[in-house]
């Protein structure tokens, strides 16, 4: 079970995180891409931060709406939509909602996943923040099906978008930026793969204090 509280501290944390890690994002981006992934996401979750304490008072959906929308307002390049639209297609699962149940979360992961799909056109396997995501979702999905608690099934997720993680090492890009560098984009991890890594770590953070 996920509160309206706890989700404003998930997107008060995310937005920390983000802060934190923008200059090691960045580096990723420079080795594959045109280095602003960290600016970029730096730059949205603040404008997300300065915004929060108007989403006080919201439902978790109208919360995860806001922040889709502050996004894709203010992140510029591809992931800027991408996130934009994740949390917005989030948001529209838990229209109306003050609580969210494990069943809830696991459905909303899931439309956050359909929206990058829709919005990016990627699958899994083309080195994006998918290869994070979709192998996290799986094992959420499966866990919480099982009947497994919400902080189990998330830390064992965390476990399956680090390997993802690792696993876009292995691969080359064949969508985004770094598709352009073909063969040479082997041997590095992907950026919106890691950024989509923090999400969740830092989410599970939260939940864990809870
Ligand atoms: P840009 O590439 O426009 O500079 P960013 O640097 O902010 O945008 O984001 C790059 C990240 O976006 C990549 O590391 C990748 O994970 C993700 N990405 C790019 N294109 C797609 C896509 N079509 N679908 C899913 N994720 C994508
Ligand atoms: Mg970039």
New binding site residues.
Partial sequence: MISTEQMLAVIKAIAQRMEMEKDFLTQL?NE???G??GI??ARGFKSVKEKLPTFADKDIGAILKGVGMELVST??????P?YGTAFMKAGNVCKGKTELTDADFVAAFNAAIGG??M????VEG?????DALCPAYKVLKEEIDDGKTLSEALADAVNAAENGVEFTKTIIAT????SYLKERSLGHQ????TS?LYMLQTTLGVLQEA
Wanted: net charge neutral; aromatic share 0%; hydrophobic share 30%.
């Fill in positions: 981006d594959i891409g045109d602003d992934h970029n996401l992140v510029g390049g591809a992931s800027g991408l990058i799909q919005r990016g056109k990627a083309e080195k994006t923040m998918l969508k985004g930026r770094a992907d950026p919106g793969a989509s």
